[in-house]
């Protein structure tokens, strides 16, 4: 959802294919990482774990989460508060692996870093951002539904 109160305006600009090439490069190297299967022919999971910088930040973030959960009245908030615990974990995850696969002189990533978990936290800060501005559009919406609705002349003119 746009912050501009105006129409945006069509431009030339375009996203460059290099960009795009890039893009299609790291998710297909994503994609292509091997999976190891037991010999049943399930997936071996391989553990990636933070570091103690990374799991303090992911720590603090949560917890000022957790308050902001606490102190909302609005239970489709406090639910999405409650699943973007969950998403900053796995952005967190994929943002590792994204340095991982832009980086080839690296071994695979044991470690989950600050930078990753800061990243994913931005990521889940411009959701919630999001969310938030929708849903008080949506409010307004259901308000100004409501007054027509009891007060059928302010839709006359």
């Known amino acids: 959802m746009t ?12 996203v460059s294919e290099d960009l795009d090439n890039a893009w299609e490069s790291i998710l297909t190297a994503i994609l292509s990482v ?18 103690p910088a990374a799991k303090r930040t992911l720590y603090e973030w ?39 696969v832009c980086d080839e002189e690296q071994s695979p990533p044991e470690e989950i870093g600050d930078n990753d978990v800061g990243g994913a936290i931005e990521l889940a800060e411009y959701f919630r951002h999001n969310v938030l501005s929708v849903l008080t559009c949506i409010s307004e919406e259901k308000l100004n539904e409501l007054n027509s609705k009891t007060n059928p002349k302010s839709n006359r003119k």
């Open 62 to 100: 949560q917890h000022r989460n957790a308050e902001m959960c606490d102190n909302e009245m609005n239970d489709t908030v406090v639910s999405f508060f409650c699943k973007l615990e969950i998403y900053v974990i796995r952005f967190s995850l994929l943002l590792r692996m994204a340095r991982w």
């Open 3 to 14: 912050e501009s109160s105006g129409k945006p305006k069509w431009q030339e600009d375009e």
């Open 34 to 51: 091997e999976c190891r299967l037991d010999d049943e022919g399930e997936p071996i999971p391989i553990i990636v774990r933070f570091t």
